[in-house]
């Protein structure tokens, strides 16, 4: 007797409803689809879900624009518009257009990610349609960044000016600015965005563990942006061999030494444990991290001793590297950054200082907005007030801690 094939145990049962071949369908041609053919791609699948058309509009670099990806379509602020607003707010956004149709504008998020929008347009909303639509976006936002690792068509439309070739070799090294799950999340911010040449940040999610660096290398060229890669390439491989973060910093300073022994780099380390709130960090030559608990900065209450930068200087030094603990409490923040913040100049030639930044923190986080979205709003608060101008890289990266409510 021949042997069953394994469908013949999964039963007969009622066959695909409508929604799951659309399903099957557009998860086909997005896979074999080239990143420019999604948007008619998509707007084929809107005319089967019973909708109109549909717009694709990518956050640019700098979180101000919404850039749809088809010709023709106007570009949307994120401050200013309909659009913008659900991609700030994380949530369905309705308006109505001139001739009686409505507009849904859905975010587009990968994992933690915000990528953008979509803005769908029909005569009418009802549950079906709406949770089309949510699918439509969530199906889109893996596509886009499964595309974006290989092509430059996003890239180039998310640009708004040329990119120095420092900045460009940097950002090849940067992972999303936004990692998490619904314990903990990172989040960062970097400008100028074209121009950047000496910071960088980094982070990654494991089941129990949430890691987050932020780097400042000596230096704006080039020879800068080789630091950095040294820094994140040593700072992934001892985090993916297990290293604790003594070892961790240890394994930099040793490939500095080796390969730039003339180049140094600052820099704070960090791990959060997920389940429990514990903070772990190092402090190589930094300034230290900033808590926020109940909308306040807490003053000094993460400061510590600071060691040496990561390099030669840490190898010549008789002092060990060590790790400092504190213990989080559920919606607590803490606030990494590089000088480049604090020292930089507003009109008039006064320096931005810790005092004025502490400020700035408080009413980004006072409004009870996601920590993306709070970053977002204190870094354009930061270049607002200096016309766009910075002297030094500006980078911030925010870490959260929201474990589940056990009540």
């Given at each position: 007797m021949?042997?069953?094939?394994?469908e013949?145990?999964?039963g007969?049962?009622?066959?695909?409803?409508?929604g799951?071949?659309?399903?099957?369908g557009f998860?086909?041609?997005a896979h074999a689809?080239?990143?420019?053919?999604?948007?008619a791609?998509?707007?084929?699948?809107a005319?089967?879900?019973g909708?109109?058309?549909?717009?694709v509009?990518?956050?640019?670099?700098q979180?101000?624009h919404?850039v749809?990806?088809?010709?023709?379509q106007?570009i949307l602020g994120?401050?200013?518009s309909?659009?913008?607003?659900a991609?700030?707010?994380?949530?369905?956004?309705?308006?109505?257009s001139?001739?009686g149709?409505l507009?849904a504008?859905?975010?587009?998020?990968?994992?933690?990610?915000?990528l953008?929008?979509?803005?769908?347009r029909?005569t009418?909303?009802?549950?079906?349609?709406l949770?089309?639509?949510?699918m439509l976006?969530?199906v889109?936002?893996?596509a886009?960044?499964?595309?974006?690792?290989y092509?430059?068509?996003?890239a180039?439309l998310t640009?708004?000016e040329?990119?120095?070739?420092?900045a460009e070799?940097l950002?090849a090294f940067l992972?999303?600015?936004?990692?998490g799950?619904?314990?903990?999340l990172s989040?960062?911010?970097?400008?100028?965005?074209y121009?950047?040449?000496g910071?960088?940040f980094?982070?990654s999610?494991?089941?129990s563990?949430?890691?987050?660096?932020?780097?400042?290398?000596?230096g704006?060229d080039?020879?800068?942006?080789?630091t950095i890669?040294?820094v994140?390439a040593g700072c992934?491989?001892?985090?993916?061999s297990?290293?604790?973060l003594?070892?961790?910093?240890?394994t930099?300073?040793?490939?500095l030494?080796q390969?730039?022994p003339?180049k140094y780099?600052?820099?704070?380390v960090?791990?959060l444990?997920?389940?429990?709130?514990?903070?772990?960090w190092c402090?190589c030559?930094h300034?230290?991290?900033l808590?926020?608990?109940d909308?306040?900065v807490l003053d000094k209450?993460?400061e510590?001793?600071?060691?040496p930068?990561?390099g030669l200087?840490?190898?010549?030094?008789d002092?060990?590297r060590?790790?400092?603990e504190a213990e989080l409490?559920?919606?607590?923040r803490?606030l990494?950054?590089?000088?480049?913040v604090t020292?930089a100049?507003?009109?008039g030639g006064?320096e931005?200082?810790?005092?004025?930044f502490t400020?700035?923190?408080?009413?980004?986080t006072a409004?009870?907005?996601?920590?993306p979205e709070a970053?977002r709003?204190?870094?354009?608060?930061?270049?607002?007030?200096?016309?766009?101008?910075?002297?030094?890289?500006a980078?911030?990266?925010l870490?959260?801690w929201?474990?589940?409510?056990?009540?």
């Open positions: 021949g042997k069953e094939s394994p013949a145990h999964l007969s049962g009622p066959g695909p409803g409508p799951e071949c659309l399903l099957e998860l086909a041609e689809a080239a990143p420019m053919d999604l948007p791609l998509v707007n084929r699948c005319t089967a879900i909708t109109e058309h549909v717009v509009c990518l956050v640019d670099l979180q101000r919404l749809p990806l088809t010709d023709g106007p994120v401050d200013s309909t659009a913008g607003l991609y700030r707010a994380l949530a369905l956004r309705i308006e109505e001139g001739d149709r507009i504008w859905l975010p587009m998020v990968d994992g933690a990610e915000r953008g929008v979509i803005g769908v029909t009418s909303l009802d549950a079906t349609r949770r089309r639509c949510r976006a969530s889109l936002a893996m886009i960044t499964s595309k974006r690792s092509s430059d068509s996003f180039r640009r708004t040329l990119m120095e070739l420092p070799m950002r992972p999303p600015r936004t990692v799950n619904a314990r903990a989040t960062a911010v970097l400008e100028p965005a121009k950047i040449g910071d960088a980094d982070h999610l494991t089941q563990t949430l890691h987050a660096e932020i780097f400042d290398a000596m704006h080039l020879a800068s942006g080789l890669a040294v994140t992934r491989n001892a985090r993916r297990g290293a604790d003594p070892e961790l910093v240890g930099i300073d040793r490939a030494a390969w730039l003339d780099c600052t820099g704070v960090t791990q444990d997920v389940a429990d709130g514990t903070f772990r402090n030559g300034p230290p991290p808590l926020i608990r909308q306040r209450a993460l510590r001793p600071a060691q930068p990561m200087p840490a190898l010549l030094s002092t060990p060590e790790a400092y409490r559920p919606g607590d803490v990494l950054y590089t000088d480049g020292e100049r507003m009109e006064a931005f200082g810790l005092g004025r400020d700035t923190i408080i009413r980004a409004a009870g907005e996601p920590a970053l709003l204190l870094i354009h608060s930061l270049l607002d007030r200096q016309s766009d101008r910075l002297r030094d890289d980078t911030m990266l870490v959260e929201r474990p589940p409510c056990t009540e």
